[in-house]
């Protein structure tokens, strides 16, 4: 992977809209970057970054939509679907 370089900023923007943890959010670590080539870190630092709480989060993607699928469902609809020689998922 790519080094960053000069890349190595903090996002455009930053918008704490409630997080309690923004204090401790470090967007200068080396880990975040190493997973990241030249051009989506580049990218990264011009796209801003809005942190909100768990009550934002659930306000903007409530619970209910995880539910959507029922995890037994698609199960079911994935074995109906497997390769009878494939051996089933552990």
């Known amino acids: 992977m790519v080094r960053l370089g000069a890349f190595h900023s903090l996002?455009?923007?930053i918008y704490n809209l409630g997080s309690k943890a923004a204090a401790d959010l470090d967007f200068t670590r080396e880990?975040?970057?190493r997973r990241?080539?030249?051009s989506m870190g580049r990218k990264?630092?011009?796209?801003?970054?809005f942190l909100v709480n768990e009550a934002q989060m659930d306000e903007l993607s409530p619970p209910e939509?995880?539910?959507?699928?029922d995890p037994r469902h698609v199960k079911e609809w994935l074995d109906r679907?497997?390769?009878?020689?494939e051996?089933?998922?552990d």
Not at 44 to 49: E, Y
Not at 81 to 85: A, G, L, V, Y
């Open 36 to 38: 990241m080539d030249a």
């Open 81 to 85: 679907r497997r390769d009878p020689d």
């Open 31 to 33: 880990a975040l970057w």
């Open 65 to 69: 939509r995880k539910r959507a699928l």
């Open 87 to 89: 051996p089933p998922p």
């Open 11 to 13: 996002p455009a923007r």
């Open 44 to 49: 990264a630092v011009q796209i801003p970054v």
